[in-house]
């Protein structure tokens, strides 16, 4: 790196705090609390962007107004979050004199029952830096698979088509419902469940919902409180699963389709930052396997919709996707099939695409950034005396997901056999809790037994455990609560004890 | 008849050879006599993929297809070595014909040493190389120096000290070394490679050193080997292809290129080795450190094989399971390597940490060839 300094802040010394310049171990969910004290430190000093806020952005009063009060002084943010006064002086001087900035941000913001307050802070401070619209600055979600800002773009969604187009929009509907044709008409222009609301409606609302078809999803590893979660399938009438694998969900199924895997298919896939690329097929996928697509297809047809489901090529649907979706409007085959390929909006053919958004207005109907005052909120459940610890969860590198391809590669099996649960070294020692003992981890909606992993690289008061592994499953233990907004819920922060196990 | 030490210029017979293959095709002409007459059972060379930035290594079996394969594309950043391991593993009696630049032959002389291939096998028609380039940096230094678009671009060659293009409606070259000073240009490991003409092929080829009306229309080929003066006779008594003797200007002039190349790879040999001493522990701590052991380093290197299948669980020094290993991950690759790292740059070129192994094992056995000897032979033991 050309001199630029990183400044990292995780509950835990991980692989990328190594890199950085300064590392601000934190407690879990008090994301908001520092970017509001890291505002108000910048603003006392006079670092703030003046012509930016001036030229690209309103309500920065009202803002100003949250950020300065006294509860986010740097002595208050330092007791909400553990991060000394002076590493967070040390982060607001160097993000408010060093221009540009970015910020990089994974599922340690989004998933908290305040994941849409987190992101919004995230865009005041860089609004207010006059961060964005410019190379080497922006909010940058990281998301969490290769494809996911690909299939969020198709609209696997319950609330939008392909590029957020909403679903209640009626000329939108109409749009959708003349391009596909359907005799008896598209679903009603009105907003679906999200996954994790569909869990909670299983649950609370037997009979509402009846059949579910999940495709190339481990809810019964992924998805937080997994007793719950099997409670919810086991409310179904008929469950559908389409994997590559017979996972921990596809043993629950009636029907278990088998899927091609990504080496075995033809399509594109879309990057965080927007860019779409071309994925070429290696090889045949095996047995009956099939592609997605024509699984989909062989499926309507069998409905009475082949007309609708025409497709013979992974190409074909990509024109149609291209046809009905505006920022995708000038893409094809053949221009993506350049190395660099082409980022989203691309609205016409003759169009070069748009590595950076936002460069000289924002997508409000004014063209204004909107700043949003926000307040800080503890997670949905904080440490107590029964559950004196906050527990987080993630992923490790030699793993992906639910384990279900990672876990059968006998070489990452061999770097990772199976989970555990980080603790502080002085946690452990008032625990009495020895390195790589197997320990009772409990929270109000389950317990599971897992080796500990003493380390110093966490935080003290903050216990990890990564998700992958079913036989010491993390989201037994997690938080079903959800932010009111987006439906996400708190993977990142519940609370927690440590038993020792004692022989019978 | 020919013999080794003997100079020819030579090239195509076949008019289609003559135009589709560079300086008169005589090397697709070679492989392709090679191949019909029996001599091998397979070729193995590069050919265009998608675009000139794409080079695919192919085995061809149909003398009429070998044409696929004429001219060069020096962004291709491939090392052939361990291919050839693979070929000869799996058809045990095969014989193969090899176009080889000069790590693909180092490569396979390392392989050779350690018994993993049998060069008896193997023609091996040597290119001599004055470098490649990446093809992600290729395109960017088109688009960037050249203000060229990069599909755009239908030939690309390296002559006479500049990177020159051909492209619709013109052609352009930029000096290498301007190209250099700025971060562009060959590999890392390219610009310091003193083995530019491949004279442990069989046959050494290349365009240094024609001169006169041959220039442009004929290969300059340096007879190495007993096997590779028969096919040169072979395929002259076929009709395959024609020669005559290289005229003493332009042995002249080929060895002033030679050494006007080996002159530039000891100033960067030079220049990237003294910025390394200058922190030579803390540049290596620093750089590895971002490892995240994927093993592509180790996959990549012709000196590192097999055994590795072991090395992927718990060993003593090399914890499983650690992001960044162990330093002694690095170490161990170093010191396996420490007199046969050939500088070939897959290392480097692969990991997708960008971290310049390379230039690490390069720098270790340079300097340990500069002070220790006997160099590696398989020892006769095991302790």
Same mark, same amino acid.
């Given at each position: ?5 990183v ?5 835990r010394?991980?692989?990328t705090a190594r ?6 171990p934190?407690?879990?969910?008090s994301?908001?609390a520092i970017l509001n004290?890291?505002m ?18 309103k309500d ?19 007791k909400?979050?553990?991060i ?5 002086k040390t ?7 060093t221009?540009p ?10 998933q ?9 802070s995230?865009a ?8 964005l619209?410019?190379?080497?600055s922006g909010?940058?979600?990281l ?13 696997a969604?319950p609330v ?10 009626a000329?939108?509907?109409k749009k959708?419902a ?9 679903c ?12 909670d409606?299983l ?13 190339g999803e ?5 998805d937080?409180d997994?007793n ?6 086991e409310s179904?009438e ?6 590559i694998?017979?996972t ?7 029907v ?7 080496a075995?298919?033809?399509?594109t896939q879309?990057?965080t930052?927007?860019r779409?690329?071309?994925?070429r097929? %290696?090889?045949?996928p ?6 997605d ?16 489901f ?5 190409e ?6 291209a046809a009905?979706?505006p920022?995708?409007h000038g893409?094809n085959?053949?221009r993506?099939s ?9 609205p016409?053919l003759?169009h070069p ?18 700043f949003?005052?926000?307040?800080w ?6 440490p107590?005396a029964?559950y ?6 993630g992923?490790?590198?030699?793993h ?26 002085e946690?452990?020692?008032a ?10 981890a409990v929270t109000?909606r389950?317990?599971v037994e897992v ?20 036989e010491?499953?993390a989201?037994?233990?997690t938080n079903?609560a959800?932010?009111?907004?987006a439906k ?13 196990i004692?022989? %019978? | 008849?020919a ?19 560079e300086?008169?095709g005589?090397?697709t002409?070679l492989?392709?006599y ?9 070729v193995?060379a590069v ?11 192919t085995?061809?079996?149909?003398p009429?297809?070998v044409?696929e ?6 962004c ?15 058809n045990?009696?095969?014989?193969l014909?090899?176009t080889?630049?000069?790590?693909d032959?180092?490569g396979l002389?390392e ?7 049998d ?13 490649s ?14 203000e ?6 239908h030939?690309e060659?390296i002559?006479?000290?500049?990177f020159?293009?051909?492209y619709e409606?013109?052609?352009k ?16 490991n ?8 491949p004279r ?10 024609v ?11 340096e007879?190495c ?6 096919l040169l ?9 024609k020669?005559e003797?290289?005229?003493p200007?332009?042995?002249e002039?080929r060895?002033?290129?030679e050494?006007?190349?080996l002159?530039?790879?000891n ?5 990237n ?17 971002r ?6 380093c180790i996959e990549?290197?012709p000196?590192?094989?097999?055994a ?13 399971g ?11 690759r ?13 290392c ?12 690490f094992?390069?720098?270790i ?5 500069s002070a220790?000897e006997p ?9």
């Amino acid at each position: 790196m050309n001199g630029a300094k990183v400044i990292y802040a995780d509950p835990r010394y991980t692989a990328t705090a190594r890199q950085a310049d300064l590392y601000m171990p934190f407690v879990s969910g008090s994301d908001v609390a520092i970017l509001n004290g890291l505002m108000q430190e910048i603003i006392k000093n006079g670092w703030e962007d003046k012509e930016f806020i001036a030229k690209r952005t309103k309500d920065y009063e009202k803002l100003k107004e949250v950020v300065m009060k006294d509860a986010y002084s740097l002595e208050n943010v330092s007791k909400i979050s553990g991060i000394p006064v002076e590493s967070l002086k040390t982060a607001a001087e160097w993000l408010g004199t060093t221009k540009p900035g970015a910020i990089l941000y994974s599922m340690g913001i989004t998933q908290h029952t305040v994941g849409v307050d987190n992101v919004k802070s995230v865009a005041n401070i860089q609004m207010l830096l006059g961060n964005l619209g410019k190379p080497g600055s922006g909010v940058n979600a990281l998301r969490g698979q290769n494809n996911v800002q690909g299939a969020c773009d198709m609209g696997a969604l319950p609330v939008v088509f392909t590029a957020y187009q909403k679903v209640t929009d009626a000329a939108v509907h109409k749009k959708f419902a003349d391009a596909w044709g359907f005799p008896d008409g598209i679903c009603e222009p009105k907003n679906g469940y999200e996954v994790t609301v569909m869990m909670d409606v299983l649950t609370d609302n037997p009979g509402e919902l009846k059949c579910m078809y999940i495709m190339g999803e481990n809810p019964m590893l992924s998805d937080p409180d997994l007793n719950h979660v099997r409670h919810a399938l086991e409310s179904l009438e008929f469950l559908v699963v389409q994997d590559i694998f017979l996972t921990e969900t596809a043993e629950m199924a009636d029907v278990v389709l088998p899927a091609a895997c990504y080496a075995e298919r033809n399509g594109t896939q879309t990057s965080t930052e927007r860019r779409v690329q071309m994925w070429r097929k %290696a090889q045949d996928p095996p047995g009956e396997a099939k592609e997605d697509w024509q699984i989909i297809s062989e499926l309507a047809a069998k409905m009475g919709y082949a007309k609708q489901f025409p497709y013979q090529s992974a190409e074909e649907i990509f024109t149609e996707v291209a046809a009905v979706t505006p920022s995708y409007h000038g893409m094809n085959y053949e221009r993506l099939s350049k190395p660099e390929a082409l980022h989203w909006p691309c609205p016409t053919l003759e169009h070069p695409g748009t590595p950076i958004l936002h460069k000289e207005k924002f997508s409000h109907p004014d063209g204004l950034g909107i700043f949003t005052p926000i307040e800080w909120k503890p997670p949905a459940e904080v440490p107590d005396a029964e559950y004196p610890f906050v527990l987080t969860t993630g992923r490790v590198l030699w793993h992906w997901h639910t384990g279900s391809m990672t876990r059968r590669s006998a070489t990452l099996d061999a770097e990772v056999p199976t989970g555990w649960i980080e603790i502080n070294p002085e946690d452990a020692k008032a625990l009495g809790i020895k390195d790589k003992e197997k320990v009772r981890a409990v929270t109000r909606r389950g317990s599971v037994e897992v080796p500990a992993k003493v380390t110093k690289d966490i935080m003290k008061g903050i216990m990890f455990m990564p998700f992958h592994f079913a036989e010491c499953a993390a989201n037994i233990l997690t938080n079903n609560a959800l932010d009111p907004i987006a439906k996400i819920p708190e993977f990142k922060a519940c609370a927690v004890k440590v038993e020792k196990i004692m022989e %019978a | 008849m020919a013999a080794i030490g003997d100079m020819f210029y030579t090239w195509a017979a076949d008019a289609d050879v003559l135009k589709k293959g560079e300086c008169g095709g005589a090397i697709t002409a070679l492989q392709q006599y090679a191949l019909s007459s029996g001599m091998v059972d397979a070729v193995l060379a590069v050919r265009k993929g998608a675009d000139i930035y794409d080079a695919v290594p192919t085995f061809i079996t149909n003398p009429a297809e070998v044409a696929e394969t004429a001219g060069s594309l020096h962004c291709g950043t491939l090392l052939l070595s361990k291919l050839v391991k693979d070929y000869l593993d799996s058809n045990k009696t095969a014989r193969l014909g090899v176009t080889v630049k000069g790590c693909d032959t180092m490569g396979l002389i390392e392989l050779a040493k350690r018994d993993a291939v049998d060069l008896d096998r193997l023609i091996l028609l040597g290119v001599n190389c004055g470098g490649s380039v990446s093809p992600v940096l290729a395109r960017k230094m088109i688009r960037e120096k050249f203000e060229v678009d990069p599909d755009l671009v239908h030939k690309e060659e390296i002559d006479k000290g500049q990177f020159i293009i051909e492209y619709e409606g013109g052609h352009k070259g930029i000096k290498i070394d301007d190209l250099e000073d700025e971060g562009y240009g060959r590999r890392s490991n390219c610009r310091r490679c003193l083995y530019k003409v491949p004279r442990q092929a069989d046959l050494a080829c290349g365009n240094w050193g024609v001169i006169g009306d041959k220039a442009g229309k004929a290969t300059f080929v340096e007879v190495c080997s007993k096997k590779g003066a028969n096919l040169l006779d072979a395929a002259v008594k076929a009709g395959a292809v024609k020669t005559e003797p290289a005229i003493p200007k332009g042995i002249e002039i080929r060895g002033k290129v030679e050494g006007a190349m080996l002159n530039l790879g000891n100033k960067w040999r030079k220049k990237n080795f003294e910025a390394l001493a200058s922190d030579l522990w803390g540049t290596i701590g620093r750089e590895t450190g971002r490892c995240i052991k994927c093993y592509s380093c180790i996959e990549n290197c012709p000196v590192c094989f097999p055994a590795a299948e072991d090395l992927k669980g718990k060993s003593r020094m090399v914890i499983s399971g650690e992001v960044p290993p162990n330093p002694m991950f690095h170490l161990r690759r170093f010191a396996h390597i420490s007199d046969s790292c050939i500088n070939c740059g897959q290392c480097e070129e692969l990991c997708p940490m960008d971290i310049p192994l390379a230039l690490f094992s390069h720098a270790i056995r340079t300097e340990g060839d500069s002070a220790f000897e006997p160099k590696l032979g398989k020892a006769p033991y095991t302790n």
